[in-house]
């Protein structure tokens, strides 16, 4: 049986105040959108970044994009990184570069591990004359693959030893719950909602009894919406993130061609929704042997679950079904994109003692 984190954690989760030691502590949401960094020295100072890239002409010179957020890697190619490089991408009606891809490394960029120690070095920032120990995300395994996530958790664990920071992998949902649910005794449900998969984790007493992730989140919606409607991937992903709202609905839209982005967004987010509900009540049935004298609480998490609207459509598809234990609530995280991170720098407070 795991150690039980609950008392650990108990004495570390008040919010943490910048630490005055030596000694840092720092928690890394590795998605397949954003990267996010929390540091136990900059309190509620959480850094976020796109994960997404767009190399560099060669015959652009350095003053033409002296002002973007940018990286160089070992041979001097340049690559315009996070936020510009996806409004440069949508301006141009490219389609942006994606080191990691289905909640794990790309296997289609062979510039994905090199860009990525580069944008985690930046985004983790100077940790000279401190002892860094860093908890890091992973995703569980997929239930609609099978594929395996071993690679993706070594390869990021060798970036952070490059960087000379102490690293353990987590998933991230588990994460949600050191971050969400300390009036709970850290039991409940976490899911987090991302681009590249939906994770889910099953905790009592912040004990991890079951996780699990499908690949039908944000990216899977997107792409089938641009494949529905022959767009580029990103211009669905820039309109879904501007417009997109599940109370007001598409048909408000006077634009047309917004309009019939947003209709299909629709349709694969209700799918989406409905697939993970179901999904989770399997799950629990098949897997999860509790004696539970509490109710649980689910808490949602991730970029794909910020939608206007999104959180009754959840509980609305719950109340379709006969569920398999007792639920208390459903409720967002406070900051649906820093969650992840914040637990994630908890974790790493309470293992170290």
Not at 38 to 66: C, Y
Not at 102 to 126: C, H, M, Q, W, Y
Not at 269 to 289: G, H, L, P
Not at 309 to 332: D, H, M, V
């Amino acid at each position: 049986m795991p150690e039980d984190l609950s008392n650990n954690i108990d004495q570390k989760i008040e919010a943490p105040q910048p630490q005055q030691s030596n000694k840092l502590f720092i928690g890394l949401d590795v998605g397949t959108m954003n990267l996010v960094c929390a540091r136990s020295d900059q309190s509620g100072d959480i850094k976020l970044t796109r994960n997404v890239f767009l190399p560099i002409d060669d015959e652009i010179s350095d003053s033409d994009f002296s002002e973007l957020s940018h990286v160089e890697d070992s041979e001097g190619k340049i690559y315009v990184i996070g936020q510009d490089a996806f409004n440069f991408s949508n301006v141009f009606g490219q389609e942006v570069r994606r080191p990691m891809k289905r909640g794990v490394i790309s296997s289609d960029e062979v510039d994905a591990i090199e860009i990525l120690t580069l944008v985690i070095k930046n985004l983790i920032g100077d940790i000279s004359g401190k002892q860094a120990f860093c908890t890091y995300s992973i995703p569980a395994e997929s239930i609609d693959s099978g594929r395996s996530i071993t690679y993706h958790e070594k390869v990021f664990g060798r970036i952070l030893n490059a960087i000379g920071v102490n690293n353990t992998p987590l998933n991230e949902a588990m994460a949600i719950i050191y971050s969400e649910c300390q009036q709970e005794r850290f039991s409940g449900i976490g899911i987090s909602f991302g681009a590249g998969m939906v994770n889910c984790a099953i905790s009592y007493k912040g004990i991890e009894t079951l996780k699990f992730s499908i690949e039908q989140s944000g990216d899977w919606i997107d792409q089938n919406v641009a494949d529905s409607l022959n767009m580029v991937p990103n211009r669905v992903t820039n309109i879904k993130e501007k417009y997109f709202d599940m109370v007001t609905g598409f048909t408000h839209q006077k634009n047309k061609k917004v309009r019939r982005v947003l209709e299909a967004i629709e349709y694969y987010y209700s799918t989406m929704i409905a697939t993970v509900v179901k999904k989770i009540i399997t799950e629990f049935e098949e897997k999860v042997d509790l004696d539970l004298d509490d109710s649980l609480p689910v808490v949602i998490s991730g970029g794909t679950s910020l939608p206007n609207g999104f959180i009754e459509a959840f509980k609305s598809e719950f109340e379709k079904n006969e569920l398999p234990f007792e639920l208390s609530e459903i409720r967002r995280a406070k900051n649906p994109l820093t969650a992840v991170a914040n637990g994630l720098m908890i974790k790493t407070m309470a293992s170290s003692k």
